[in-house]
């Protein structure tokens, strides 16, 4: 994230946070999701589960095998082929991990953002209230945020950033979220 660091916990965004609960920061690429997950888990004892990392070596894999480009993850095939599997991975091992420990998934979620039965499907499924964060800024910030990082991952997001950006989550998720700016 740039400029200040932002903490999950602070004053102005107090966590629900109880013993076994379940957050979700979601957002667009380039917001800080992955850094806010990290340190929201850090300070609660959660377990983190990004979608960056925890199906990354089996994604890869499965592209290669696929004879598709391993670093694909906006493309129609990938999207068709893959993921709904990486979102299950993670809302699986949620449920094996909730009964024991908090947890915290990091991922876009863009089309479950504009589902307003979304919270409530996971609160069934995973028997807890989930913690939603919409993570956002600027465009131009993102774009910048993505070109530091220099994950092969993200070129395409690059190559075509009119059609990235209109594939973005919605302005505004269907539900009440805890909204937070990283921008500034």
Not at 157 to 165: A, E, G, R
């Amino acid at each position: 994230m740039s400029g200040t660091a932002l903490s999950p916990l602070s004053a102005d965004h107090q966590s629900t946070m109880t013993q076994h609960s379940l957050h979700i920061v979601a957002g667009a690429a380039g917001v800080g999701k992955s850094s806010f997950g990290k340190e929201l888990a850090a300070q609660s004892a959660a377990v983190l589960l990004d979608s960056d990392t925890v199906t990354e070596p089996v994604v890869r894999a499965g592209l290669l095998a696929a004879g598709l480009d391993p670093t694909d993850r906006d493309s129609p095939e990938y999207k068709r082929i893959f993921r709904d599997a990486v979102y299950e991975c993670l809302f699986q091992t949620a449920a094996d991990n909730l009964n024991h420990i908090s947890v915290v998934i990091v991922g876009p979620f863009t089309r479950e953002l504009g589902d307003a039965r979304w919270p409530d499907q996971l609160r069934k499924r995973l028997g807890v209230e989930p913690t939603i964060w919409f993570l956002t800024c600027e465009d131009e910030e993102r774009r910048r945020r993505i070109e530091r990082r220099g994950n092969p991952r993200d070129q395409a997001k690059l190559l075509d950033w009119p059609q990235h950006v209109a594939e973005a989550p919605p302005a505004q998720p269907a539900f009440r979220v805890k909204q937070i700016d990283t921008g500034s």
